[in-house]
């Protein structure tokens, strides 16, 4: 069926791209009637084995993003959705069936009803969905506002209590942007938000030195946010990990910047000399030669990890080593546990987020460590089913895997943030 056949012709090819778009929506359908028909099954079990119905289908929605090869995170919402859709809203079911709704699509219409009871829910599927044809040529943007004046007509209390709700879950998160640059967004209630904007858009309308409006909006962000002017170093430390001849030479391997990512060696060697200049940057071994203690062997005989080994994994693995989770660690957790006598060393620490340590405690999930064929620090995972999944250390700067003949730095420092 996926077989591509080159002779065909340009019509033909446009038929096939759309039949493969219908083939993933019933895909997603099928995903979502699999996802509920597991949970009930697990129940079941875990009923019949009398495990309290407070613990059942624990780490459940985990497997299921696991198994879509998505983060664990995303797995309470791929679970939830699916239960709506089969459960609450056949309408929406059979327009993602039929491919008239992408999974994406469904997904917001869930979304947007999630605040309803049962019996909205089902008058909000039936109302948009039920007459398929109407949804045919809405874009992603038209669908949601559909939903939500619906949502709004059948329960103008429940939208108006979500939202309020919704104020709790404001946060600040910060991901990588191509160019060594990056993107800090504020999740806001609507006032403040506004407000934030209004105020940078003031202090570029009151500005005359030349810079654009875009510069001086992004300066004025970062001056009243650190408290020092645009260029001062940073109050907080962070780390970089690169390679000797990065640091002192002129290598190119790039180096890592912990929460960020790799960033070529010469802006490295910029951050490190604006920080030079505060006296503010510590430096220590992160590889060495076996044969001259490298901390890789640091050992301690306390149950819990000391905090230059903590340090040590947590550089190592970045982000949480749950396959496709790309949280930020929050535990250093025993692979095999110390009360099956798991050693307290880096080989027998993982690097987790909350959710997938609290998660690889259910039942049923056995971590095991190993170092593959290049010497790369890797995690088998198995779920309650069986399913496999492996998990390896990013590689560090310069090299493919860990090359433990060469010496790696762990460069602590305050970064001045007109060094690169
Ligand atoms: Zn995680």
Redesign the pocket.
């Known amino acids: 069926m996926f077989e591509l056949d080159a002779g065909l012709d340009e019509s033909a090819l446009v038929a096939a791209i759309s039949e493969w778009e219908t083939v993933k929506a019933r895909a997603a359908a099928a995903q979502a009637r699999a996802s509920v028909l597991l949970a009930a099954k697990r129940r079941a079990a875990e009923e019949a084995r009398g495990v309290p119905a407070a613990r059942r289908g624990r780490g459940l929605a985990a497997e299921i993003a696991l198994a879509r090869r998505d983060a664990?995170?995303r797995g309470g919402r791929h679970l939830g959705f699916a239960r709506a859709l089969v459960g609450e809203m056949p309408h929406t079911l059979a327009a993602l069936e039929s491919g008239v709704l992408s999974e994406w699509r469904a997904t917001l219409i869930v979304r947007e009803s999630a605040c309803l009871d049962v019996e909205d829910r089902r008058a909000l599927d039936g109302e948009l969905c039920a007459d398929a044809a109407r949804l045919v040529g809405k874009g992603d943007a038209r669908i949601a506002a559909d939903a939500k004046a619906i949502a709004y007509r059948l329960d103008p209390h429940a939208v108006v209590e979500r939202a309020a709700r919704a104020q709790a879950d404001r946060t600040v998160t910060v991901r990588p942007a191509p160019d060594c640059m990056t993107y800090v967004t504020a999740l806001l209630p609507v006032g403040q938000g506004v407000s934030v904007y209004a105020a940078l858009k003031h202090a570029a309308d009151t500005n005359s030195d030349g810079r654009s409006r875009g510069q001086v909006m992004a300066d004025t962000l970062v001056a009243r946010v650190t408290g020092r002017a645009p260029g001062a170093a940073a109050p907080v430390a962070v780390n970089l990990v690169l390679t000797d001849d990065s640091l002192f030479g002129d290598g190119d391997a790039p180096a890592r910047l912990a929460g960020y990512g790799p960033i070529p060696a010469g802006v490295a060697r910029a951050l490190i000399a604006a920080a030079g200049t505060e006296g503010a940057a510590t430096l220590r071994r992160l590889y060495a030669h076996p044969a001259s203690g490298a901390l890789v062997a640091m050992e301690s005989r306390a149950r819990c990890f000391p905090a230059g080994l903590a340090h040590f994994i947590t550089t190592r693995d970045d982000t949480?080593r749950?396959p496709y989770?790309d949280?930020p660690i929050r535990h250093i957790d025993h692979i095999q546990p110390a009360a099956q006598r798991g050693t307290t060393c880096a080989d027998n620490g993982d690097g987790?987020?909350e959710?997938?340590n609290y998660t690889k405690e259910a039942p049923g999930w056995t971590h095991t460590a190993q170092h593959d064929e290049n010497g790369v620090h890797t995690i088998e995972l198995s779920t309650p089913t069986g399913a496999r999944h492996r998990s390896k250390a990013p590689p560090l700067p310069g090299s493919p895997h860990i090359d433990i003949s060469r010496t790696e730095w762990l460069l602590s420092t305050h970064l001045g943030n007109n060094a690169a």
Do not use: E, F, I, K
């Open positions: 664990p995170s949480c749950t989770c949280a987790l987020c959710a997938c």
